[in-house]
Structures are given as C-alpha cells and as structure tokens.
C-alpha cells in the first residue's frame, strides 16, 4: 500500500516551490531557479512512473490520481510558457497551484486501491485520462491568466498580450480537450455500448466544451475587448472544475456511470 504522498512527490512539491518562491520574481531566471524547478518537475515525474508500477495499473481511478496528474502537468506547462515567453509571473503562479492540488491530496489522503473495475481496463481510459487531464492543466493556467488580466484591467493597466497568451493555451487546451471527448465517446461505446448518454458527466464536458468555444468565437470576432472575454475565461473554469469533481457531488451523480472513487 502507498501513502498518498510519499516523500518523492513532497520533495517535488517543495523544489518547484522553492525554485520560484524563494527566489524573487526578478531573478527567477537564474540557474539555480532553473535548476530547481525542472529538479521538481522531474522528481514528480518519477514519482508518478514509480506509483503506476507499484500499483500495476495507471494511477488515474480517482479524483486524488487524477490531481496528482494536474499537479504535474501545471508545473510543466508553467515552465514550458515560462521558455517559450519569458512570463514570469505565470511561472509563479503555476508552480503555486500545482502546489496546491498537492495539498488537497495530503488534507485528502488515499488508500491506492489496486483493483480496477471492468469498465476501466480498456485500453482507451488511459489515453482518454491523460489527454484530458492535460486539457484541463493548459485551461486551468488560462484562467489564471483570465484572473490576472481582470485585476490589472480593474486595478491597474492591462496588457494585451496577456490575451495573446490565454489564447495560445486555449487553443491547444481546446485540442486537446476535443480528443479527450472523442477517445471518451469511443471508450463509452465500447464499455456501456452506446458513444454518448448525456450522462450528468457527459452533459457538465459538453457545457465545459461550449464555454471554451464560445470564448473562441468571441476573440475571433471582438479581437479588442477585453473584459467580457477574461470574464468568460474565467467562468469557464468554473464549469470545468464541476464537470471535473463538483458533479461528483451533485444528486444526479447518483445515476452516473462515471464516478468510481
């Protein structure tokens, strides 16, 4: 049995942490930052690798797996946005919510269960976990530049390739989110016979889905507003996160045949 964080993945935890937290915002660039940072990226990898072994299946069954997943993924998209566009603040504030989902973890502790329902053995729930998973990460680290964008539009100067930015990880969060339906309906078919049920959980990705594309259609015909398009942002990430765990705990889960945690 595995403890659910062991000390590789609180070790990862701490180093992402403290390659950023620890060093000031304007010397984040520096090579011990950098060092540290990919050190934690790293050790979560290995941890997350070492977990699948142990358990002999993939470590995705239950909303605490799949966090860790986020958690992972939001360090690597931070630092990857952080080299292909030199955006230091977002770098922080990834690395501070992949933190976070680490927490939730540790307050939430899970038994790792190694039995698999039938339903999850086929071999299009990895693929489908991991793309959508990612999906979510790149989305998440949009809503975080929708919430920046707001408090510098409402309190200070906004910047416009602060949209440039959501719009790049909407773009390939979108992606990826759209495969992750797909690969999702195919699985469906093939477990319960039938591509999709609107079921509660179907319905809630279907509403995330909209939202994503409506923000899409809006940039592309409003290019210059600002405020309604990081308020849709924003609020698209709250319907994410209910159709991710929030439906879980509505009374129309109770007839889903997603939940299995």
């Known amino acids: 049995m595995i403890k659910p964080l062991s000390g590789k993945s609180k070790i990862g935890a701490i ?4 390659g950023v937290v620890r060093t000031p915002a304007g010397r984040v660039t520096g090579i011990t930052g950098n060092i540290l940072v990919i050190a934690g990226i790293a050790v979560f990898g290995y941890y997350l690798t070492l977990l ?3 358990l002999g299946r993939a470590p995705m069954r239950t909303l605490g797996e799949t966090r860790l997943w986020y958690s992972f993924f939001l360090g690597l998209i931070g630092y990857v946005t952080y080299l292909r566009w030199n955006y230091k ?4 504030y990834s690395v501070l919510m992949s933190v976070l989902f680490l927490v939730i973890n540790l307050a939430h502790p899970e038994n790792f269960s190694k039995t698999l329902m039938p339903a999850l053995q086929s071999p299009w729930f990895v693929p489908h976990v991991i793309v959508y998973i990612f999906a979510y990460a790149l989305l998440g680290a949009a809503s975080l530049v929708a919430v920046y964008g707001l408090w510098l539009e409402y309190f200070r100067t906004f910047r416009k390739n602060l949209l440039q930015l959501a719009d790049n990880l909407v773009y390939v969060g979108f992606a990826f989110l759209t495969l992750g ?5 195919v699985w469906a078919k093939e477990a319960w016979g039938h591509y999709w049920t609107w079921d509660p959980k179907e319905t809630w990705a279907f509403i995330t889905w909209m939202m994503y594309l409506i923000y899409m259609h809006f ?9 309604t398009p990081l308020w849709v942002l924003a609020l698209a990430f709250v319907v994410l996160l209910i159709a991710w765990f929030g439906v879980n705990y509505l009374p129309s889960a109770q007839s889903s045949v997603h939940v299995y945690s």
Do not use: E, I, N
């Open 181 to 185: 339906l797909l690969f999702g309906a």
């Open 15 to 18: 180093l992402d942490a403290s």
């Open 89 to 92: 603040w977002f770098l922080v």
């Open 52 to 54: 699948w072994l142990s």
């Open 219 to 227: 940039r592309y015909f409003h290019p210059r507003k600002v405020r």
